[in-house]
């Protein structure tokens, strides 16, 4: 458990379920958190004893020497204003400060503004995400009660780190540490996941025409062919349902691509009486993590959008949500490949009103 102000590890265990659950506190920087698998849980592997002994030295919350992620850092008294002129390093930054959680995120590049005002107030910070030049004017206001430190810091370390929410997604982690789970009736927030669901079209038709043999044959190379697939473009199998399957990727553009794959590989069986159609949904957004039956799940609002919207889908298709359909990435995908786009307005249970999602067919796909 990680205090997301200053990194240092303020709660150990050895497995995933003896993780202690609810509000740790860190006596350093003087705040409350909560365990969140993406932002304070990380994962720790290192050779068994019996091999190697390895020495793990606690974070040291220290001086420049050991702490070169922070670039400023101003006590200011309460009320007191400051203005700074900062240099620093293009890439992600954020500023907290003693004592609060969380603090606004700041990203550096050469189209951002020369300047920016941090102003902390009694009830926390009051600004959104800015975006400002690598040389830029600050502008610091305490605007609470007491005095405070306001850090300003880079942040390029959380994109190596190996937090609980990126560890348990990978395929991996599940092979080799499938008994790994949280405790019963515990959960945890694992950010946005990219939700995939997917299904045979007609499957009891299958086995009416070929018969029940050659039909389970069929239907299991096709599990073959989409967990491959989906291990291709770093995604993760999650569970099966009958012919179902459900999977996670952390970015949406992965799993359009091993939709693409999967919906080509059964396309190209020998076979054309008997060919597959592969109905698929597939919807991003923050969800939970969670034990059932044994097993890491997953659970929460993204799940049930992703699971009805594998249902709207026809076969040969994927049906996607608005989530997904802006995302850059996936943007960016749809350019550079040929894809039949058709916006449709649904009803999706458990979404009130009607729910804008696009129709994807490619065009080297059956049914394009």
């Not at 967990?227 to 996670?248: L, P, Q, W």
């Amino acid at each position: 458990m990680i205090c997301p102000s200053c990194l240092a590890a303020k709660d150990k265990a050895s497995t995933l379920e003896l993780l202690r659950a609810g509000v740790v506190h860190c006596d350093t920087c003087d705040i409350e958190f909560s365990q969140d698998f993406e932002q304070s849980v990380e994962i720790s592997f290192s050779p068994c004893a019996a091999i190697r002994e390895v020495s793990a030295p606690p974070f040291c919350v220290a001086g420049p020497q050991v702490t070169p992620h922070v670039a400023v850092q101003q006590l200011l008294e309460s009320g007191e204003e400051r203005h700074l002129s900062v240099h620093l390093r293009e890439g992600r930054h954020r500023v907290r400060a003693w004592g609060i959680a969380g603090g606004p995120s700041i990203a550096v590049h050469e189209s951002g503004e020369s300047e920016a005002t941090l102003r902390l107030d009694a009830g926390g910070w009051a600004d959104a995400p800015l975006s400002i030049t690598s040389t830029a004017e600050l502008r610091l206001i305490n605007g609470g009660t007491d005095r405070r430190l306001f850090i300003l810091e880079r942040i390029e370390w959380a994109d190596h780190a190996a937090t609980g929410a990126e560890v348990t997604a990978l395929p991996e982690f599940r092979d080799l540490f499938s008994k790994e789970v949280l405790a019963a009736g515990a959960f945890a927030n694992v950010g946005s996941l990219a939700m995939l669901f997917t299904d045979l079209k007609d499957s009891t038709r299958l086995y009416q025409q070929i018969g029940d043999g050659p039909a389970f044959g069929r239907v299991m190379s096709h599990f073959d062919v989409l967990e491959e697939a989906v291990r291709r473009h770093d995604g993760t199998i999650v569970k099966t349902i009958g012919d179902a399957v459900m999977a996670i990727f952390r970015e949406p553009v992965h799993g359009h691509r091993a939709v693409a794959d999967a919906q080509r590989g059964l396309a190209a069986s020998d076979d054309e009486s008997v060919r597959l159609s592969l109905k698929a949904g597939l919807h991003y957004g923050p969800c939970l993590a969670v034990t059932m039956n044994e097993r890491l799940d997953y659970f929460g609002t993204t799940v049930n959008v992703a699971a009805r919207l594998g249902g709207i889908s026809s076969g040969d298709d994927i049906v996607i949500s608005d989530a997904v359909r802006l995302d850059p990435e996936v943007e960016r995908f749809f350019a550079n490949n040929r894809a039949g786009l058709t916006s449709l307005l649904v009803d999706v249970k458990g979404i009130e009103g009607q729910m804008r999602v696009w129709r994807v067919v490619f065009a080297d796909t059956p049914g394009s």
